[in-house]
């Protein structure tokens, strides 16, 4: 009942916190990229690429 609805709240938020982490990293990266800071626009963007095979993971267990 209460613990399984609060258990899913808790897997969506985890997932809906890394989906924005990774847009907001994505979004840096292109503004740093678009400023030719390329050391910095590069780190953020391979931090983005990181986050979203957990993001997938995340999300096919949460849906069983």
Do not use: H, M
């Amino acid at each position: 009942g209460k613990k399984i609805a609060l258990s899913l709240r808790v897997k969506a938020d985890n997932v809906t916190q890394l989906e924005a982490q990774a847009y907001e990293l994505f979004l840096e990266g292109s503004l740093e990229f678009e400023r030719q800071r390329w050391a910095v626009a590069q780190s953020k963007l391979i931090a983005c690429r990181e986050i979203l095979p957990v993001i997938v993971l995340l999300s096919r267990i949460w849906q069983k």
